[in-house]
């Protein structure tokens, strides 16, 4: 009966602890959730489409990307930390062998009126613990599972390098537009101003609208100095990320595009694949966190089971009895099964946290995959009201560009309009201008948002 007894703990000991070997399934929680947060569906693409050399086409960013990819300073540090990971998953792969080592030891003894003995004692010994709640496998899992985490953070390291590449780049390229843009404002108003003095002397205009002029074109000139230290201001920006001195980084690159000559795909304007969330190194990071926490209540579960250790040793000594003299081996085996009892609400408390933490990943995993789509929605509808307010924009500045130049006509050959319509008109036209240059950077950085948010390459 007894036997009967201990065969039957046996194998509800094995039965109960194979629950512990399952491996982590994910659920289909990403598919439910694209199908709600996604406003716009086309299956019809790619995701290499969603690469940085295929969303961006000016050949000096893609060669400052692939700069700041080989030298930037973050990556450098997500490299290490992924070597790391590395380590720490080829060391619990070998976790099922069992440790040996090489032992010597001497020892002399003596009493009052006896010799001194002499013993020694040399030789291999092993310890293995057997795996009988798979804590071992559990641990290399999770090892394994942050490991990829940490291959995933890299290239969400890298996407983030990449964006913060294109934002600053493009940025410069709108300063250099709007200081064109105001450069040759300042031209024509000085222009302007020298046909205000002869107007004077001819009695058309008053000293008044000439000094509002010159008002005016001093303004400009203010601007004009503010954007310049902004240029500078991001050209150190730039600098850094790709890890240059500022010299180097203005002999390496002396010039910049135009931001009015820049392309992108078409593609953006039509929408993006459902499955797209799935490309975002977040969201792929929150899913091997909520594997590992998985995993983690697995092992404080597999902390409640009993562990069995084997240990021995094979040694050539002499302390083997009371003959001191010759040596003789000497071998020894001993097997060791450990159940916790006075741990058992530590452990237990243990497992209820590893639970409530692997319902927060849970959670955590949802939030990520919500506001995945919610930045994806929002970067694609700003794309394409940005590109209905650049056409906006140019049928406003073919509007103002007639109306100043009749405006200025009027003024220089009738008395039918004053130099305040004329001040209106130019304004209005700057006005516009800068617009359309800051919404043409509106629609890049829309595009440099949509390629963060589908986690691009």
């Known amino acids: ?36 947060v996604f406003t716009i569906q086309d299956t019809t693409q790619s995701l290499e489409n969603y690469e940085y050399h ?14 700041a990819l080989a030298n930037n300073s973050t990556i450098a540090k997500a490299k290490e930390t992924l070597n790391q990971a590395q380590y720490q998953y080829d060391t619990k792969k070998l976790n099922y062998l069992p440790t040996f080592s090489f032992d010597t030891q001497g020892q002399i003894r003596k009493w009052e009126n006896e010799n001194a003995t002499k013993t020694y004692s040399i030789g291999p010994s092993f310890n293995w613990q057997l795996e009988l709640s798979a804590d071992k496998t559990i641990a290399k899992r999770i090892a394994k599972a942050n490991l990829e985490a940490e291959q995933l953070y890299e290239q969400e390291v890298k996407t983030e390098i990449i964006t913060m590449t294109a934002q600053v780049y493009y940025s410069l390229l709108l300063l250099d537009c709007q200081l064109d843009i105001n450069s040759q404002t300042l031209e024509n ?5 020298q046909t205000q003095i002869s107007l004077k002397k001819a009695g058309q205009t008053t000293e008044t609208a000439i000094l509002q002029a010159r008002a005016n074109a001093l303004s400009l000139q203010n601007s004009i100095k503010d954007i310049e230290l902004s240029i500078l201001e991001n050209e150190y920006q730039l600098a850094l990320l790709l890890n240059l001195d500022y010299n180097n980084f203005k002999q390496k690159y002396p010039n910049r595009g135009k931001i009015e000559s820049q392309e992108f795909p078409e593609e953006l304007k ?51 009895g009371p003959i001191s003299n010759p040596g003789g081996i000497l071998m020894q085996l001993l097997a060791n099964l450990s159940q916790p009892i006075f741990k058992h609400k530590s452990l237990k408390t243990n497992l209820k946290i ?11 995993f949802k939030n990520v995959v919500l506001n995945a789509g919610r930045e994806v ?30 405006t200025e006509s009027l003024m220089k050959y009738t008395t039918h309009t004053t130099y ?7 304004q209005s036209l700057l006005s516009a201008q800068l617009a359309l240059a800051q919404d043409t950077y509106a629609k890049i950085l829309s595009v440099i948002n949509v390629y963060q948010a589908v986690g691009g390459k």
């Not at 305040?420 to 130019?426: F, H, K, P, Y």
């Open 270 to 320: 039509t929408g993006l694949p459902m499955e797209i969330l799935s490309n975002r190194p977040d969201v792929m990071i929150a899913g091997k966190n909520l594997e590992m926490a998985y995993y983690n209540t697995k092992l404080s579960t597999s902390q409640l089971y009993p562990a069995l250790t084997l240990s021995g040793l094979l040694h050539y000594t002499n302390n083997n």
């Open 1 to 36: 009966m007894k036997k009967i007894t201990n065969g039957i703990l046996t194998l509800a000991l094995i039965f109960s602890s194979c629950n512990l070997y399952k491996k982590y399934e994910s659920d289909n929680t990403l598919e439910k959730m694209s199908q709600t």
């Open 54 to 67: 295929k969303i961006f086409k000016d050949e000096i960013l893609l060669k400052m990307i692939d700069d």
């Open 189 to 193: 108003w000085n222009k302007n101003i």
């Open 377 to 406: 929605n929002l970067a694609l509808a700003s794309f394409q009201n940005a590109c209905q307010q650049i056409d906006l924009d140019n049928e406003r500045i073919e509007i103002l560009e007639t109306t100043l130049q009749k």
């Open 420 to 426: 305040l319509e004329v001040l209106t008109a130019q």
């Open 354 to 364: 590893s639970q409530s933490n692997q319902e927060i990943a849970k959670t955590d």
